[in-house]
């Protein structure tokens, strides 16, 4: 929908249409981040999460991916 324009919000829109990594809406893959964030990126985004309320319910432990 993004490449079709059918939104009407410039923020809807992707800045390349020929770039994929462009568009707001990603593939959606459980786990998806680690093929685009370094293993240093991965463990400080992880290290951030537990400091978050545990009544967000995050555990960091938890692998939900591959």
Known sequence: ME???AFD???LQPGDVRDPESFKVR???VGGYREYLSSDDQAYAA???T???PRFGYDP???SGP
Do not use: F, N, P, V
């Open 3 to 5: 490449a079709a324009g």
């Open 9 to 11: 919000s410039k923020i």
């Open 27 to 29: 593939r959606g893959k």
């Open 47 to 49: 290290d951030a999460l």
């Open 51 to 53: 400091k978050l309320d």
């Open 61 to 63: 432990r938890e692998d």
